[in-house]
């Protein structure tokens, strides 16, 4: 057995067992699951496939590449992709099948370039509703619509929908954004357009505020078995986390009272003692801001890492555990299973469970368990 060197475990059957939770839970139309940024770092291609076995019938991404890097592997479900390059040419994405997402006129415009009757640009327009980052400012929405409506007409494009994302700043802000949105999916109503989705809510708000789902949601760090806020936990929501990520022990040593670990010794040990190294490191995208916190299992025991988190590497001081070459070491899994989870990992490392899932990379092997394969 040389596998789990350094490896994520990625459980397909929770990734669409979760998708048919979260299904049941806002019960809408329609479920996208989002997998962009390689599936939170879950695997694009293959969570793309569980989750469509789980019920999603849209997948999300950011880029128009990772799109057809999904029509690549044969995934043909429908596809939307809403960040573009300033010159992008969306012949491709045309070509692709994919729907774009489109944040202003200029957007627009070379949609419908790429677009031709009989193979229409199917696009839906993102409405800026108080995130600062991309969409059609209300200021231009009326008249965005308008032309949208014409291009309609002419064949170019379709608008198969229209939609937002919400700050999660609090549940007025978002109630506010969500007003916002209504009025401009009656503007462009008023327009003509009769676009099949309206959606504005990601995991959080479809979650917890109803009246944000529409006729859509965008699920993504839900799909993961993840919770997307402090108020719930993933267990208390029905979701069972995809990803464990191990490691075995790469040497064991037993040292004295007084044993510096690891560069600039931030860790010396108090007593004689064993210490286990963990050949995963910040190349892996395990943060090196954990250093001294990250909690791992070791034979089923839980400790933190000792010192200095390195480019390759870590060490633990186990104390007197019989830990030996080649055990198992688990830096997070499914809690329920008495292993860390994510958000350990998150609260160890000052940042949220979504950077943990997402960072991992490297020289990191990912395995599937589960799934139709
Ligand atoms: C990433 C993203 C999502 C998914 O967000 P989660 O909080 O992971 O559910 C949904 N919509 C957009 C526009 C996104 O960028």
Same mark, same amino acid.
């Given at each position: 057995m040389s596998g789990g060197f350094r490896e994520a475990v990625i459980d397909l059957d929770a990734v669409s067992a979760n998708v048919a939770r979260l299904r049941e839970i806002?019960?809408?139309?329609h479920v996208m699951a989002v997998v962009k940024a390689n599936a939170y770092g879950h695997g694009a291609v293959e969570c793309a496939r569980a989750a469509l076995a789980g019920g999603a019938d849209w997948l999300g991404v950011a880029d128009i590449s990772e799109g057809i890097a999904l029509r690549e592997a044969g995934v043909d479900a429908p596809v939307l992709a809403w960040l573009h390059d300033p010159d992008e040419d969306f012949a491709a994405a045309v070509a692709a099948g994919l729907d774009v997402g489109i944040s202003s006129r200029a957007q627009l415009e070379a949609a419908a370039a790429a677009g031709a009757p009989g193979r229409p640009a199917s696009v839906q327009l993102k409405l800026e509703t108080?995130?600062?980052?991309?969409g059609i400012p209300a200021s231009e929405w009326e008249a965005v619509v308008a032309r949208a409506h014409e291009l309609e007409e002419s064949g170019a494009i379709v608008v198969r929908g229209l939609f937002s994302h919400l700050s999660n700043a609090s549940p007025d802000?978002?109630?506010?954004?969500i007003a916002k949105f209504t009025w401009g999916v009656e503007r462009a109503e008023a327009a003509g357009l009769r676009p099949e989705l309206r959606h504005i809510a990601a995991s959080a708000a479809a979650l917890s505020l109803p009246e944000s789902r529409f006729n859509l949601v965008r699920f993504g760090l839900a799909v993961y078995g993840l919770s997307p806020f402090g108020a719930a936990s993933a267990a208390e929501l029905g979701l069972r986390?995809?990803?464990t990520l191990r490691g075995r022990v790469a040497a064991v040593r037993r040292v004295a009272a007084g044993t510096g670990v690891s560069y600039d010794y931030t860790y010396r040990t108090e007593a004689e003692t064993t210490l286990a190294l963990?050949?995963?490191?910040?190349?892996?995208?395990?943060?090196?801001h954990a250093s001294g916190r990250g909690p791992v299992s070791i034979a089923g025991k839980r400790y933190r890492i000792s010192g200095r988190v390195a480019m390759d590497q870590f060490? %633990?001081? /186990? +104390?007197?555990?019989? %830990?030996? /070459? +080649?055990?198992e070491v688990v830096l997070f899994g499914d809690p329920a299973t008495g292993v860390p989870g994510a958000d350990d990992w998150a609260e160890a490392a000052d940042t949220i469970n979504?950077?943990?899932?997402t960072r991992l990379g490297g020289r990191l092997r990912r395995t599937y368990r589960g799934g139709a394969a």
């Open positions: 806002v019960g809408t139309e108080g995130l600062s980052r991309n802000d978002d109630r506010a954004a986390p995809a990803m963990v050949p995963l490191g910040y190349a892996e995208g395990i943060p090196r060490v %633990v001081d /186990v +104390g007197n555990a019989e %830990v030996e /070459v +080649g055990d979504y950077e943990i899932v």
